[in-house]
């Protein structure tokens, strides 16, 4: 950590102390901050990307808590509870970035032994990769947020255009009940790959599958692909 002028001190920290320090590496820039030691504990943040945030000592012995902790409250494949996911998603995205943080999407899939990709949510089925985009109406910005992610959970992508669609209701049909569906119908595979839902407007296309709404568009271990509708008629 270098403190204000490049002195490599963290040692010299002291209650009431207040500045600015610097990581190197992370980037072209690396990282930089104002700090504010409070005088009964605690430390304040202050930078660009995530504005202000209160830091607090916990007990070494214990696992760090995340406020992403509680998102993912059933980790098991295929993902259960996604409207609950979504919003508590949403709830937290709100909080460190946009007021107005709209969830746009939701990704989620199974990775493949043999492919590439970093889960950030493991089941006993394997991990699984989880990703969301959140769209900020006032601001006309977009923001990726992969909870529980080794490198960032918030990834902000810059001035985006919405194309005018429309954000993810509070409630759709859950993807277990979207698979059961499937598997009652004429999906060979026993098991999915991956899924994405999101309103895809009036009419889009992708490969064989044509998607009106908010619809399901989930794709087999056997590479099949269908189109489940995620709002009660």
């Not at 209701?169 to 009652?184: C, G, H, M, Y």
């Amino acid at each position: 950590m270098v403190i204000n002028d490049n002195t490599l001190a963290p040692s010299l920290f002291k209650a009431g102390d207040s500045g600015t320090f610097s990581f190197i590496g992370g980037g072209p820039s690396g990282y930089v901050a104002a700090y504010k030691l409070g005088f009964f504990g605690g430390l304040t943040t202050r930078d660009n990307p995530f504005g202000e945030v209160s830091w607090n000592k916990v007990p070494s012995d214990q696992p760090l808590k995340s406020g992403m902790d509680n998102i993912v409250t059933n980790p098991a494949w295929p993902l259960a509870d996604i409207p609950g996911i979504a919003r508590r998603s949403r709830d937290y995205v709100r909080a460190k970035w946009q007021a107005d943080a709209q969830l746009m999407s939701m990704d989620v899939k199974l990775l493949r032994s043999n492919a590439g990709g970093i889960p950030n949510v493991q089941t006993s089925q394997g991990g699984v990769s989880l990703n969301m985009r959140f769209y900020s109406p006032s601001t006309q910005q977009g923001m990726v947020f992969t909870p529980n992610s080794t490198v960032s959970a918030l990834f902000p992508v810059g001035v985006i255009d919405s194309y005018g669609d429309g954000p993810l209701p509070d409630d759709f049909l859950d993807l277990p009940q979207a698979v059961a569906q499937l598997e009652s119908n004429d999906m060979r595979a026993k098991q999915i790959h991956e899924a994405q839902i999101q309103d895809w407007g009036k009419e889009t296309s992708a490969g064989n599958a044509r998607m009106h709404g908010v619809e399901w568009m989930i794709d087999s271990q056997l590479d099949e692909r269908f189109v489940v509708p995620a709002l009660a008629k």
